[in-house]
């Protein structure tokens, strides 16, 4: 299995030349500050694409977390997370909220979905990777912060959760 990984990983890594070129804007001087925030303005009125047709990477070449090792789990999610840095996505996990399989899982279920495609140099796609049905509130119609999710459900401990009173973030 691990010389398909290797494979694969090769491929994730060729996948960073499809990137598309800048496009190329006749601008008069006084707006050349503005190309970046044009082309990609330009970018988020185009269609989407999924990250099947950006990439050039079915999504059928991944293999199900529960074939791979931990060591290879950690491989694939790093060439996943570089070739998205090459075209402006990242992530966004909440530290401890997933597993390495969950997020390795979590990353590969997005090659089916679309997302814009930029194709200058300004721009990041967040993709956020959260469990969010786990503090929503059906009473209140909302989802909670951390803090009021864990005071409002006393049966979880409180203490099992550090909690910086500073950031008002549990880790």
Known sequence: MQKYITQLLEMLQEAHAN????????????MECLRDIIDMDM????????????????QIYFPPEDRLSDDQIRQLIQGILDLWYVFHYEADFRQGEFTEREQ????VNCWKKTY?????????WHIE???????????????????E??????LLKLED??????EKQFF
């Open 161 to 166: 959760f550090e909690f910086d009173k500073d």
């Open 149 to 154: 999710y864990y005071t409002k459900n006393p």
């Open 104 to 107: 390795y899982t979590k990353l």
């Open 43 to 58: 970018s988020l009125e185009e269609d989407e694409h999924t990250m099947e047709s950006i990439f050039g990477v079915p």
């Open 116 to 124: 814009p495609l930029f194709r200058g140099s300004n721009g990041t």
């Open 19 to 30: 990137r598309p070129a800048p496009r190329y804007l006749e601008l008069p001087e006084e």
């Open 129 to 147: 990777m959260y469990d969010y049905e786990l503090n929503w509130d059906e009473d209140e119609g909302r989802y909670l912060s951390d803090e």
